[in-house]
């Protein structure tokens, strides 16, 4: 039997496709949103599901951003078969994205045990939710918001790209948040920080998806319902993406820091009263 059904499989696409990008955690949301709908959130069909349909968002976000990824993979090409070609900014944006991502990568897999286990708990999440804001409410902050874009180098990249570890370790942290705040506190504009964090996003969630997905269904979900999962958070993703984009180009991260608090509060309310299951 599905651990998920076809029903529940599309209010969690939802849920993905809202947070994924926006700074307030995706793993957080959905842990709470399974605890609520009473789906184990340590159960490895589930963490193996929520991995999978985080694909949908990442393909969000390759169609949004289409034209740069095939200018930056050009240069790339480009730079590969011709020496002249490498001292172009986006040839070496591709190779510290692929940099940036290693750490993550060896993180989890070497943490795997326990990120599906102990730190799976919604107090882990309760917690990250509220220290997270911390940072991004400091970062935004400290933050001179001086810096573009084409002002990325491979120092930040991999800065930015080791801040992902945080949200490996603590759902709720959240991807997003961390990799905006290191962004912030590095000086780069809003827009430009929320441009990488995307970026960077691309391989290791894409990567992870695709490394959770015989885990899924070999744990008893079926295929039904992580494809309903999939595309719904794709969709919803790539509104999120354009509302995003346009939000922070005029706005502060305080709005996300008081809902995260507001979240993480009332989540140590449900836990504590026993309404949730950790």
């Known amino acids: 039997m599905s651990t998920i059904g076809i029903g529940q499989a599309a209010v969690l696409g939802i849920v993905e496709g809202v947070t994924e990008f926006l700074p307030v955690s995706s793993t957080g949301h959905l842990k709470i949103t399974e605890g609520l709908m009473g789906i184990p959130v340590d ?12 694909v949908g968002a990442i393909a969000a976000v390759l169609v949004y951003f289409f034209k740069d990824i095939v200018r930056i993979m050009s240069a790339w090409g480009r730079g590969l078969a011709n020496r002249e070609e490498r001292y172009h900014h986006d040839y070496k944006f591709a190779w510290w994205v692929i940099f940036a991502t290693i750490p993550i990568v060896v993180v989890g897999l070497a943490a795997k045990p326990l990120i599906e286990s102990t730190l799976a708990s919604l107090w882990v999440v309760a917690g990250s939710l509220i220290v997270g804001s911390g940072l991004m409410w400091a970062a935004d902050q400290m933050g001179r918001h001086k810096r573009g874009e084409d002002d990325t180098g491979f120092k930040d990249a991999m800065l930015v790209g080791c801040s992902q570890i945080l949200a490996l370790l603590f759902p709720g942290f959240s991807r997003s948040g961390a990799t905006m705040s290191t962004g912030l506190i590095l000086d780069l504009e809003r827009v430009a ?23 899924a269904v070999g744990a008893g979900v079926d295929m039904l319902p992580l494809v309903v999962g999939t595309v ?16 922070v180009a005029k706005h502060s991260f305080n709005a996300f820091v008081v809902y995260r608090i507001v979240i993480g509060v009332l989540l140590f309310g449900l836990l504590g009263t026993g309404v949730l299951a950790a």
Request: no cysteine.
């Open 43 to 54: 159960d490895k069909a589930v963490v193996a599901f929520t991995a999978v349909i985080q």
């Open 193 to 215: 920080a929320t441009r990488l964090s995307f970026f960077l996003g691309i391989p290791a969630l894409t990567g992870a998806g695709l490394y959770e997905l015989k885990d």
């Open 232 to 247: 719904v958070s794709f969709a919803v993703a790539y509104a999120s993406i354009a509302w995003l984009l346009k939000f």
